[in-house]
């Protein structure tokens, strides 16, 4: 069974740091895409970052490029999210996500078949 459990979001002030923790069972954890997204109150899923299953390359959001990084530990088949210069529209419930199927377009919601329950990042200003 594929299980996916995201951590590490509180509250935080406007240019602080957080790092989302996402601890994942169930399947060869370096075979497939995994990646991090959120969503806002009233707004949609949003891609923030993710490996591809192909050769492990990375994609990040234009909203946080050169703020946010992703990192794996294939030994703890677990993943990470090192969120700095955090800003008030950062604000949003983070998932992990894995794709057991294979999907060129691994940055899109769509392609993810497997999420964690989610865990609330606020940034005040």
């Known amino acids: 069974e594929v299980q996916l459990q995201a951590s590490g979001g509180g509250l935080v002030q406007s240019g602080g740091s957080l790092r989302l923790s996402c601890v994942t069972s169930?399947?060869?954890?370096?075979?497939?895409?995994v990646g991090w997204f959120r969503q806002a109150p009233g707004r949609q899923h949003e891609g923030i970052s993710c490996?591809?299953?192909?050769?492990?390359?990375?994609y990040y959001a234009d909203s946080v490029k050169g703020r946010f990084t992703i990192s794996s530990d294939n030994a703890k088949n677990s993943l990470y999210l090192q969120m700095d210069s955090l800003k008030p529209e950062d604000t949003a419930v983070y998932y992990c996500a894995v794709a057991t199927s294979y999907s060129s377009t691994y940055y899109l919601h769509s392609a993810y078949q497997y999420w964690g329950q989610g865990t609330l990042v606020t940034v005040s200003s």
């Open positions: 490996i591809s299953s192909a050769d492990r390359s990375t």
């Open positions: 169930g399947f060869t954890f370096d075979e497939y895409a």
